[in-house]
């Protein structure tokens, strides 16, 4: 066995030759330093997000299209469809969508690229009055009446002033 | 050393995001597709044929509007372009994509492009009437309207 004890000893000598302690330390503290910054990506965020449902018991989880925080229903104003029998692209069974709508950008944090949102509503029924989600994103006051969301958009549609129900959340296109 | 320790801050800010917004500033603006479907697209609907009764269709206004002074005027000045968050320059660009891609025209379309100078020489005078300077317009031109 002395040839290994020999070929042991001859590699950690070289590695000793090669390498100080203070550069051990220095590999060390990056490690441990990397570590620490690791709950700070996304990817760990949106994990952590994954397990904690809201104080309501509602889902907090941002892949979840029934929930609020749901990166595509950034701009939405109304009862998510998912929750009311139809998608966050589609609408339930008995409503009709609205062809007039509000068109918005949401940047979705999986790919990193901002997407052209439609946020076309359903109507023909009364108000669904699940998951209602307000988040507004671009939307402006109604002075600047073109880019406002707090319009009821049923009320364009094939029959004058039929009631709305839920709003979806449609990607239309690549915002570039 | 003060090279590394930048590049790791560089590093580190790209990991936790915090350069995220700053980058997005800078790519606010959108191809004239993109600002068509943020700024007209909600109303005319996707191929500007818009719906019955609530939003006449612009695929057969579109050109012959461009091909007049009152017309080109009529384009820039209606409150959904003029009061639109879009330079004039943008505008200019959104109004010649949308002759080009939304006319009804079955072969290439040609007509007079939109400036931003020109643009910004119509934007400030406040259109009152939309609906009658349309219907005058679609009468000098001579356009059948089909989507009413």
Redesign the interface.
């Known amino acids: 066995m002395s040839w290994f004890d020999a070929l042991t000893e001859g590699s950690v000598r070289a590695i000793a030759r090669r390498t100080s302690r203070r550069s051990l330390l220095a590999s060390l503290g990056s490690m441990l330093m990397g570590a620490s910054?690791l709950p700070?990506?996304?990817i760990a965020r949106g994990a952590a997000a994954a397990e904690n449902p809201g104080p309501d018991g509602k889902s907090t989880n941002a892949n979840d299209p029934n929930a609020c925080e749901y990166w595509r229903h950034c701009g939405i104003d109304g009862f998510l469809c998912g929750c009311c029998g139809g998608s966050a692209s589609t609408c339930p069974p008995g409503t009709e969508m609205s062809?007039?709508?509000?068109?918005?950008?949401c940047?979705n944090p999986d790919d990193g690229r901002?997407y052209?949102v439609?946020y076309n509503d359903c109507c023909g029924k009364s108000a669904c009055g699940r998951c209602l989600c307000n988040r507004n994103e671009r939307d402006t006051p109604l002075y600047?009446p073109?880019?406002s969301n707090d319009y009821d958009w049923c009320s364009?549609s094939?029959e004058a002033n039929i009631a709305y129900h839920c709003s979806t959340s449609r990607i239309?296109?690549?915002?570039? | 050393m003060a090279k590394r320790r930048i590049s790791v801050l560089i590093l580190?800010a790209a990991?936790?995001?915090i350069g995220g917004p700053w980058l997005?500033a800078m790519?606010a603006a959108?191809?004239p597709?993109?600002n068509y479907?943020?700024?007209c697209?909600?109303?005319h609907?996707?191929d500007g044929s818009g719906?019955?009764g609530?939003?006449p269709s612009i695929r057969s206004t579109l050109l012959p509007f461009s091909a007049v002074a009152a017309g080109r005027q009529f384009l820039v000045q209606v409150?959904?372009a003029s009061?639109?968050?879009l330079s004039d320059a943008e505008l200019a660009d959104l109004l010649n994509w949308m002759i080009e891609s939304l006319s009804n025209e079955p072969r290439a379309v040609v007509f007079k492009r939109f400036t931003g100078a020109e643009v910004a020489s119509y934007r400030g005078k406040p259109l009152v009437e939309v609906g009658a300077t349309r219907e005058r317009l679609l009468n000098a031109t001579g356009i059948e309207e089909t989507n009413k």
């Open positions: 910054v700070l990506l996304p062809a007039i709508t509000w068109v918005g950008t940047h901002m052209v439609s600047i073109f880019q364009a094939s239309v296109g690549l915002a570039k | 580190y990991l936790t995001g997005c790519a959108f191809e597709s993109v479907m943020l700024q697209m909600g109303c609907t996707p719906a019955a609530r939003v409150p959904g009061q639109s968050t």
